[in-house]
Every structure is written in structure tokens, then in C-alpha cells.
């Protein structure tokens, strides 16, 4: 982390679990947990405990999310949930391009970059996640993939639009494994991304650009991973759902 140059933010993204009597139970354990927290902390959940969630968290330092948002306003899109509607709730954070929406439900570059500028037109921060297959890795092209993504999925996003853009780096052969890239394959990865970011915008935007990491962190390797230059803080799956391990990573990045 370079907190000098921008801010840490830990961000947990809780996938399809809690029901809206959980979500709320799971959030009062949370809150004070981290209340004291040197670093952005925000709870991405399923879009029906987002007012639940809400609610719990006003007057908090806990930040929410939703998990993704499809790049129309309005239209025959069953099932679908617009940024404007996220936007009416006052909704601040949103997921896009998480790699289970790319595996399981089709998801483009060209989708994702349309849902992004669909939420930053709309007022919201967008926490934008990349990141290779197990293949890629193995056949040697990690960064040429990561560029790529990262190049489609800002294409039109302006340097102002940016500051209200966060990247999440998963290496998808980590997500959900119990695997983890080691701390310099992590920052190796994000130092890539950020020099991505010069090169599409300039140096002072790729310094300001907080960029997360997202593949297993938890408890025990959360301090090993923030201690990298480049790893701005985490998007974290399943110790998102555990209040003391999700404040243990919180912990660790409000060093």
C-alpha cells in the first residue's frame, strides 16, 4: 500500500449468500468491528439486501455495493437491475466484470465496458475486477490478458471518470481454491495494471488508482499481500462473511 498516493480500500463482495434478516445480522457484527478502520471498508451484497444493508450501515464507516448492473437504463431485461435504480437507492459502490459473471453468466470486455460507464454516468464507483485463467498463467500470458481486459473495459472512461474507479486484480484460478498468488505474483500483477493506466491516462492517474487485490485473501495472508507497493487493499469473497476475519484484513490494511 502507498497511502500517500491513494486510499486502501477493503471491499467485501458477499456473492449469493444472506438473506436480508442475515445481511442485517452479519453487518451489526461487522460495524463495530471496524469502526476505527484507517482504510475504505465496503460490504457488496445481493440486490435484495441492499436496502437492509443500507440501512444497517447508516451513520457507519461501512460503505455498500451491489454486485453488478446491467448497462441499460431501462428495458426488457428480466432479472436485470439498472445503474439508475442503484443510483434512486443511493447506492455507492457496484462490482462489474467479476469473473464468475464472465464464466457462468457470458459476460464480455464489451459487456463489461458498457456496464461501466453505464455506472459512472450514473454517479457511482465502480469496482472493476480482472484477472487470468490458470491456462493463461501456465501458457505465460498473464499480462498481455490483464492489459487487454483492463483496456476494453475503460475504453470512453474519461481521466475524471477514473477517480471513481477502482480495479480489482483476481487471478481466477485463486478465486474460491483456497489457492493465493504469492505477494510478489500479486504485485507484480497490479504494478502491470498500474502501468496500464499510465499509458492509457497518465502517471498521476495510475498513482491515484486504488488497485485491489481479490483471490483468497484473508486473516492470515491479508498483512503479506498490503505489505506489496502496489496491492491498495482487497475484494474479499468468503472472509467477507466472517466478522472477525473480515476485520482481521481490515486491521491489516489500516496500518
Known sequence: MNKALRKAVIAGNWKMNKTPAEAKELLDAIKPLVKDADCDVVACVPFVDLSVALEATAGSNVKVGAENCHWEPSGAYTGEISAPMLAAMQVPYVIIGHSERRTYFGETDVTVNKRVKAALANGLTVILC????????????????????????????SAEELKRVIIAYEPVWAIGTG?????????????????????????ADADALTIQYGGSMNAK?????????D????????????????????????R
Do not use: H, M, W
Open 130 to 157: 480482472v484477472g487470468e485463467y490458470l491456462e493463461q498463467r501456465e501458457q505465460g500470458v498473464t499480462g498481455e490478458v490483464v492489459a487487454l481486459q483492463t483496456k476494453i473495459d475503460l475504453q470512453g472512461v
Open 179 to 203: 489457492k493465493t498468488a504469492t505477494a510478489a505474483q500479486a504485485n507484480e500483477v497490479c504494478a502491470l495494471i498500474r502501468a496500464t493506466i499510465a499509458d492509457l491516462y497518465s502517471k
Open 221 to 229: 495472508n491479508a498483512e503479506e499481500l498490503l505489505d506489496q507497493p
Open 231 to 254: 496491492v491498495d487493499g482487497g475484494l474479499i469473497g468468503g472472509a467477507s462473511l466472517k466478522p472477525e476475519d473480515f476485520a482481521a484484513i481490515v486491521k491489516a490494511a489500516s
